[in-house]
């Protein structure tokens, strides 16, 4: 990677100017990419954390204005703090008045203190935080901008582009604008937060309920005391929505060219794909092989997390838009892939990972009664089943959120011992901590550092369950450290029930017929990244059979990205990676979070977690174990947000 020139990101100042390349000093804070995206290389970069300097024909000034451009932009959006009302503005009129060479030392130093005015009275980090790489460019650069003023140099203007970000933003696969909704809460305006969640998510209430929250992994306000409560505030806004009786506003904008697409799968992937075609008004038809609509949602969550009328309310909206859906329909049985080509302009498969793999031992090949795959298990109880009356004591063998669900749902099906046996510890376990906290409530035994090595069996049923201890090693390929069977040390669990959760498998039979698709060493379909179109240009594919298993909102991700390429194919543009997509490369090197960020003159304030169904009250059953926040409560934790956007100015 060439030399960096200057730098200062995250206080550590770097300063190559007049230097030979070969005595540069090392710029170690900041991992700043050669390219953005695969033409423009990065010449300069300003954000929240300060400058970066590449190419010596960077005009510093010239960065500082379209930075400060970049963060009016964003900061009208707001309005709230007066400094931020006209200080920017404020500045920035100075900084074209330099670039002219119109400007004085009063104008300079004026700049200086309104910067740091604003600073000291803004109320989100809009204020608090963006002006800190301007000052630091008045500060390393006072000649340039000294000599700009003065009318002693020019100013060359540059190619730029910017980005409004935030770590929660940055983190959720969506790119959901997490601190707009929030704010809308604060401001008790409901509707108008649904609205803006709705801008890339059709299915609030669903991941209001279901997502496993990457955006509070990466929440600010974690630093100083406990994550916003996010995931809970989307599922108030949605919640109240239906309360009042209020349907989602959707509104069909249609496309100059609008065709016809089938979507293969009415899993979260293939409803955002059809809304977001829909909404264009392309003509959507839905095939899917399940006699109702939500794919892995609907198998694999129980209704203890997820209840199957808040999935049907958001179809129903979608029907409205014209959606048409066809169940019970399989895609390779009752219709080819081939066939769907013929007849559409395009098709989007999204189907999951409904398989699951053996966990290969001793014992497994025998086909006892009462050893189950985790997803079959799931399916049944969820369509009101119990899949085996007669069984009373259960081990699930898995550590994600599958295996919890299996054994949270065997209590709920009145089994007396339900155990849960995972060869790591409870630290390395994927699923969610706050799923793990509540089957442990529920009493759900937990047997870590466990694993199974045969099922036991007589006259054709299970009887029990073989493990051994294990021992953590060094990390594998996962990351994760590698667990090491401890010698002597087995033993037998006595069960009639067992449940293999250690993973899902994508069915490729949809393929059959078609050639010219490629599939991975995985098992998964190989697409453009960007585009999720595959070798068969008609054929485009997102959700667990692009990704493996993965959660519902990267589903929902993949749908929307493929939806938005599916609308360019049928008005015959180039299907292309495009700015967000290079931003998100960017983000991936120069992190948008930083853990130990320290954040002051911020009041420690306890984060409010939505009320749960009594202990007493859940099990047996299935009803709903998280409650819905008050709208008083929604209000007062969307206050605790610090509403952390950042701006990012790249010269290319």
């Known amino acids: 990677m060439p030399g960096i020139l200057f730098s200062s990101w995250g206080g550590e100042v770097v300063d190559n100017r007049g230097k030979a390349p070969q005595d540069f000093g090392a710029v170690t804070s900041i991992d700043l990419p050669e390219y953005f995206g695969d033409r423009e290389i990065i010449k300069g970069f300003m954000g929240w954390n300060g400058i970066v300097i590449r190419s010596p024909d960077v005009d510093i000034v010239d960065l ?6 970049a963060v009016l932009d964003h900061s009208k959006t707001c309005g709230k703090c007066n400094y931020c009302k006209t200080g920017w503005e404020e500045m920035l009129d100075v900084i074209e008045d330099i670039a002219k060479g119109d400007a004085t030392e009063e104008d300079l130093e004026f700049m200086q203190s309104a910067a740091e005015a604003i600073i000291s009275n803004a109320k989100c980090s809009i204020g608090k935080i963006g002006p800190n790489p301007f000052l630091e460019s008045l500060r390393y650069f006072a000649d340039d901008f000294a000599k700009a003023a003065r009318g002693e140099r020019t100013v060359n203007r540059g190619t730029y582009r910017s980005k ?35 801008e890339r998510l059709p299915l609030p209430g669903t991941l209001g309920r279901a997502c496993f929250r990457p955006c509070e992994s990466r929440c600010r306000r974690a630093i100083v005391d406990e994550a916003i409560s996010i995931k809970a505030l989307k599922r108030f806004v949605a919640d109240h929505a239906w309360d009042q009786r209020k349907s989602a506003p959707y509104t069909i904008n249609p496309s100059e060219t609008t065709g016809k697409v089938a979507i293969v799968g009415a899993g979260p992937a293939g409803l955002t794909c059809a809304f977001f075609l829909a909404t264009r008004g392309h003509q959507v038809t839905v095939y899917e092989k399940l006699g109702h609509p939500g794919g892995m949602s609907v198998v694999g969550i129980p209704d203890y997390r997820l209840p199957r009328s808040i999935l049907q309310q958001e179809v129903a909206l979608l029907e409205n838009l014209g959606v048409t859906f066809h169940f019970n329909q399989s895609v390779g049985k009752d219709v080819t892939l081939s066939q769907l080509e013929e007849r559409f302009d395009a098709v989007f498969i999204g189907i999951g990972a409904h398989q699951s793999p053996a966990m290969g031992i001793e014992g497994e090949p025998e086909g006892y009664s009462g050893v189950f795959a985790g997803l079959d298990y799931l399916k049944a109880i969820n369509d009101g089943q119990d899949p085996y009356p007669e069984g009373k004591t259960v081990v699930v063998i898995g550590g994600g959120n599958v295996a919890i669900d299996c054994a949270r749902s065997s209590l709920r099906l009145n089994k007396e011992e339900v155990h849960l046996v995972y060869r790591r510890t409870r630290d390395e376990m994927p699923a969610d901590p706050a799923e793990i906290q509540e089957a442990q409530e529920e009493r759900v035994v937990f047997h870590f550092l466990t694993a199974p090595v045969r099922i036991r069996g007589k006259n054709g049923k299970v009887t029990g369950i073989e493990c051994i201890r294990m021992e953590l090693g060094p990390p594998d390929k996962s990351g994760r450290p590698r667990p090491i ?10 069960c009639d029930i067992v449940v293999s959760a250690i993973g899902q498998l994508t069915d490729t039979a949809v393929l059959q017929g078609v050639e010219d698709v490629r599939t991975t ?27 493996g298993p993965d959660s519902l909102v990267s589903a929902c991700a993949g749908g929307r990205k493929a ?18 997509d290079h931003f998100d490369r960017f983000f991936r090197s120069v992190k948008v979070f930083e853990p130990n960020e320290k954040i002051l003159k911020v009041e420690s304030r306890s984060r409010l977690n939505p009320p749960a169904l009594p202990l007493e009250k859940r099990v047996p059953g299935f009803d709903e174990v998280e409650q819905a926040f008050s709208a008083k409560e929604a209000v007062a934790e969307a206050e605790r947000c610090l509403r952390c956007y950042q701006v990012a100015t790249i010269a290319v």
């Open 164 to 198: 409004l970000t935030a770590p929660c933003m940055d983190a959720c696969p969506l790119h959901l604008d997490v601190p707009k909704y929030i704010e809308h809460i604060k401001d008790a305006k409901f509707a108008e937060s649904l609205e803006v969640i709705q």
């Open 521 to 547: 060493p995985r098992k998964t379909i190989a697409v453009d990244e960007c585009t999720k179109q595959s070798d068969r240009p008609k054929l485009f594919f997102a959700g667990d059979c692009e990704t």
């Open 485 to 494: 069977p401890i010698e002597g040390s087995g033993f037998v669990f006595e």
């Open 64 to 69: 500082s204005r379209a930075y400060l451009t």
């Open 563 to 580: 939806a938005l390429s599916i609308d360019r194919w049928i008005h015959h543009q180039p299907l292309e990676c495009d700015s967000e």
